[in-house]
């Protein structure tokens, strides 16, 4: 049973991760972000500090994300979970909308969850509601 309260409490934080990104709340991210996390967009990819610099100022504002579906697989202290999102999002200037399958790491770390990794792989199939 623990499992699946573990799985509730990563989606609700993974939730909670997508409010802050949209509100900007760099704090609270940072305090979620493993110092060794690594993020992985179309354009590249990045570290923490960057990642954080670029919610800071804007470069990419992640204005919402719509959760269609999501899944979380628990391996002793890391969870993998999925989330298929449309995003929509400010990338300089424009505001663009993509249908994504999001990839989360999470670890454990001194009794609570820290964002590993995030890596956005864009999708090629129409959208499904």
């Not at 990045?46 to 579906?69: M, T």
């Amino acid at each position: 049973m623990q499992d699946v309260n573990l799985e509730q409490e990563v989606i609700n934080l993974s939730k909670e991760k997508w409010r802050w990104m949209s509100e900007r709340k760099v704090d609270s991210l940072d305090a979620l972000f493993h110092e060794k996390a690594v993020f992985v967009h179309m354009g590249g990819s990045w570290g923490k500090e960057q990642e954080l610099e670029i919610i800071k100022s804007g470069g990419i504002h992640y204005k919402q994300a719509d959760i269609h579906e999501v899944s979380v697989n628990i391996i002793g202290t890391t969870a993998i979970l999925l989330n298929r999102i449309t995003l929509l999002a400010v990338v300089g200037d424009n505001e663009v909308t993509n249908p994504f399958m999001v990839t989360e790491v999470y670890v454990q770390q001194d009794g609570s969850w820290k964002l590993a990794s995030l890596s956005f792989t864009r999708l090629l199939t129409p959208e499904q509601h």
